[in-house]
Nanobody, 117 residues
Framework: QVQLVESGGGLVQPGESLTLSCVAS????????LDWYRQAPGDVREWVAT???????TYTSSVKGRCNISRDNTKNTLYLQMNGLKTEDTAVYYC???????????WGQGTQVTVSS
């Protein structure tokens, strides 16, 4: 069983930066594939970025070059650094962990990011 708790969201102006964190408990995070998703009001939840257990990273095109996903296995923590934020980045951001063998998925409760002038 994995519990995920996101933090770091807030209200920022366009062009500013924000770093989200996701702390895991209940299991060793290093073996899991980890993702960030986001959901804007009225929209479906969309994938943002992935960091595999081996460290490979991938990004959705809308954030590529502006965001960096990373993990600190010693702290059981996943990060999403977001730069050059745009109003269209406004959403609730969720972290997700997937066990590489069982495929079981765990979600955090989300953290709100609002980009507005």
């Amino acid at each position: 069983q994995v519990q995920l708790v996101e933090s770091g969201g807030g209200l920022v102006q366009p062009g500013e930066s924000l770093t989200l964190s996701c702390v895991a408990s209940g299991s060793i995070l290093s073996i899991y594939h980890l993702d960030w998703y986001r959901q804007a009001p009225g929209d479906v939840r969309e994938w943002v970025a992935t960091i595999a257990a081996a460290g490979t990273t991938t990004y959705t095109s809308s954030v590529k070059g502006r965001c960096n996903i990373s993990r600190d296995n010693t702290k059981n923590t996943l990060y999403l650094q977001m730069n050059g934020l745009k109003t269209e980045d406004t959403a609730v951001y969720y972290c997700r962990a997937q066990h590489p063998k069982t495929g079981r998925v765990y979600w955090g409760q989300g953290t709100q990011v609002t980009v507005s002038s």
